[in-house]
T-cell receptor, first 114, second 112 residues
Framework: AQTVTQSQPEMSVQEAETVTLSCTYD???????LFWYKQPPSRQMILVIR??????QNATENRFSVNFQKAAKSFSLKISDSQLGDAAMYFC???????????FGKGITLSVRP | DAGVIQSPRHEVTEMGQEVTLRCKPI?????LFWYRQTMMRGLELLIY????????DSGMPEDRFSAKMPNASFSTLKIQPSEPRDSAVYFC??????????FGSGTRLTVV
């Protein structure tokens, strides 16, 4: 079974600045996938970015990028040029090759100051 | 593609009543998942189906909870009898592959 830990419950960032959200995970599988989901107040779960564990290159999606440190089992999300619409809860999640179940961290609430 | 459709969006019921939550997955997706979200426990997987067959129901909290998927386009999660501690947001998600997890908008259940 895999576990996902997000130790920071809340973070705040100034508009246009950069913020990094931390996540660590643990799995005994060699084949796994990591995700960041955004949940705005509308409560819709929105996929932000995904990373295949076998890829060394960090995934990037526009202003969102990850720092994937496989040996340390760390998977942080960097949001550049933060916008007011980025304010939401962010969840880190892991899915292993052994099954199709996504395991989520507890989430972090990000606020963006104008 | 209308996405994963859940109904109702909100449900308020009295303790002891039966509650049925509904989900229509994306056409062609072969996996369907039911998650529960609470402040205390975060997002928990309750049960998931593959090709309409329940694969893992180890997350179902107790016998009061049951889930069915009679066909590829419909699933229900039933709570009978409901209790105040069942109050949560219940999400349905469907997937064709590991990258294709799509969530519905969730049902906010309040048991009073």
């Amino acid at each position: 079974a895999q576990t996902v830990t997000q130790s920071q419950p809340e973070m705040s960032v100034q508009e246009a600045e950069t913020v990094t959200l931390s996540c660590t995970y643990d799995t005994s599988e060699s084949d796994y996938y990591l995700f960041w989901y955004k949940q705005p107040p509308s409560r819709q779960m929105i996929l932000v970015i995904r990373q295949e564990a076998y890829k060394q290159q960090n995934a990037t999606e526009n202003r969102f990028s990850v720092n994937f440190q496989k040996a340390a089992k760390s998977f942080s999300l960097k949001i550049s040029d933060s916008q007011l619409g980025d304010a939401a809860m962010y969840f880190c999640a892991c899915l292993t090759g052994a099954n199709s179940k996504l395991t989520f961290g507890k989430g972090i609430t990000l606020s963006v100051r104008p | 593609d209308a996405g994963v459709i859940q109904s109702p969006r909100h449900e308020v019921t009295e303790m002891g009543q039966e509650v049925t939550l509904r989900c229509k997955p994306i056409s062609g997706h072969d996996y369907l998942f039911w998650y529960r979200q609470t402040m205390m426990r975060g997002l928990e997987l309750l049960i998931y189906f593959n090709n309409n067959v329940p694969i893992d129901d180890s997350g179902m909290p107790e016998d009061r909870f049951s889930a069915k998927m009679p066909n590829a386009s419909f699933s229900t999660l039933k709570i009978q009898p409901s209790e105040p501690r069942d109050s949560a947001v219940y999400f349905c998600a469907s997937s064709l592959n590991r990258f294709g997890y799509t969530f519905g908008s969730g049902t906010r259940l309040t048991v009073v």
